[in-house]
Structure formats: structure tokens, C-alpha cells
């Protein structure tokens, strides 16, 4: 089971098979695998694809427990990493308060670490209350998938099981989240056309919350 993992040139690589400290990656940002579960199937993602769940080595066959992540943990000198970012096949945010106590276990052995979270923005609906305010002093950027300029065509992308609402909800958590913490960003992929990127880009201007293109992978 794939717990922390590393991102290098295309592959999704086990913090337990490389040794960071001699620079075998390119970077040194360290993914937290939590879930696989998520309330979107957006038309885009290969998650929920059987070959997907046979043949990655991220798929998980059961949800880490929160002392099996600090446990991994334990095991390396936490400012060798420049970020530790809570991103999987699933939702972070589903394990919302796993979540959480893992940052905590973090911030106590390092305060200057810096911690991630990218997510799909329906944490509200997800656990129906405001989340915003449980991420201060714990998380340091909340990187959120925009996906779309509107509220129909992000629902036929992502077809979130939480209907056309989705949309609004994702954007007022954006807004909410530049409350509590210190980064927040939106992101979009590079192949929806530079038309969508601009209509993207006026949505964040609207929020004031920046718009990252990223590419598609």
C-alpha cells in the first residue's frame, strides 16, 4: 500500500523506494495517499476504471489509518521536504478530520513545514458545514480544481453527485478558505481551450483568488 509517494517525470514513485536525501527526484514535494473515495466521476479521470484499480500502485485496498501514515512519517527528517501535499486518487477532504490530525502531528514536529491540500472544493456539501475554519494554522495552501467556467459545464464534467449546486458551493469554499489560510489557488487543465481559460480566469478575478494552468496529465 502506497502511503507517501513522490512525483517524478510522469511517475507516481514509493516514498519507501528512493532515497530523498541524495536527490533522486527532481523535487522534493511528498504526496499523502488517504482515499480513494470522492463525490465527483469527472469524465477526465481513469480512478474509478477497472485497469486503473488493477494496475496502479496508488489504488488503495483499504483507507491508511492515521497512525499508519505517522508512522511513515517517522521515519524521515521532515525539512528535507519542501512540501507535503494531501492529494491521492481520491478527495482528501472526505477523511477531513484523519486529515487534519495527521497536519497537527506534522506542524508539532515542524512548524515550517509546508502543507497542501489539493482538492475538488465540495468539502462543504461533503461533510455539510463550513470546513474553512478547521484549516487554520494547520494548512498552508488549498489548491482547488475549477474545472469550469460555469455551473452546467463543470457538472457535466465532474458529474459531482451533488448536482448543480456543486459549483457555487466549490466557489464560496475558495472564498472561505482565504479566511483561515495563508495560499489559496484555483486550477484548471491546459487542454480546455484558451476561450475556457479566459472565461476561468474572470471567475477567479471575480473571487480574487488567482487562476494556475496546469498541465494535463
Known amino acids: 500500500m ?6 517524478n517525470n510522469g511517475d ?10 541524495k536527490r533522486e527526484v527532481d523535487h522534493k514535494n ?3 495517499n488517504l482515499t480513494n473515495k470522492c463525490p465527483c466521476a469527472c469524465t477526465f479521470c481513469l480512478r474509478n476504471t477497472k485497469e486503473m484499480a488493477e494496475s496502479n500502485s ?3 485496498d483499504r483507507e491508511p489509518t492515521v497512525e ?3 508512522e511513515k512519517f517517522e521515519k524521515y527528517n521532515l525539512t528535507q521536504f519542501n512540501e507535503i ?3 491521492g486518487f481520491g478527495e482528501p477532504l472526505t477523511r477531513l478530520g484523519d486529515l487534519l490530525e495527521v497536519a497537527k502531528y506534522l506542524k508539532g514536529r515542524n512548524s515550517n513545514s509546508s502543507i497542501r491540500i489539493n482538492t475538488n472544493g465540495l468539502a462543504d456539501l461533503i461533510h455539510e458545514k463550513e470546513t474553512a475554519p478547521l484549516l487554520k494554522g494547520l494548512i498552508d495552501t488549498v489548491s482547488i480544481s475549477l474545472n469550469a467556467s460555469n455551473a452546467e459545464e463543470y457538472l457535466r464534467l465532474t458529474r459531482s453527485k451533488f448536482g448543480i449546486k456543486s459549483y457555487d458551493a466549490m466557489l464560496k469554499f475558495a472564498v472561505s478558505c482565504k479566511e483561515y489560510v495563508p495560499n489559496v489557488v484555483m486550477t484548471v487543465v491546459d487542454c ?3 476561450e475556457e481559460i479566459d472565461a476561468c480566469k474572470a471567475v477567479c478575478d471575480a473571487i480574487r483568488v488567482p487562476l494556475r494552468v496546469r498541465a494535463f496529465e
Not at 514513485?13 to 532515497?19: A, G, P, R, S, Y
Open 2 to 7: 502506497v502511503i507517501l509517494y513522490v512525483y
Open 12 to 21: 507516481y514513485i514509493n516514498l519507501e523506494n528512493i532515497d530523498i536525501a
Open 30 to 32: 511528498v504526496y499523502v
Open 58 to 60: 496508488l489504488w488503495l
Open 68 to 70: 499508519e501514515i505517522i
Open 85 to 87: 501535499i494531501f492529494c
Open 192 to 194: 480546455i481551450g484558451q
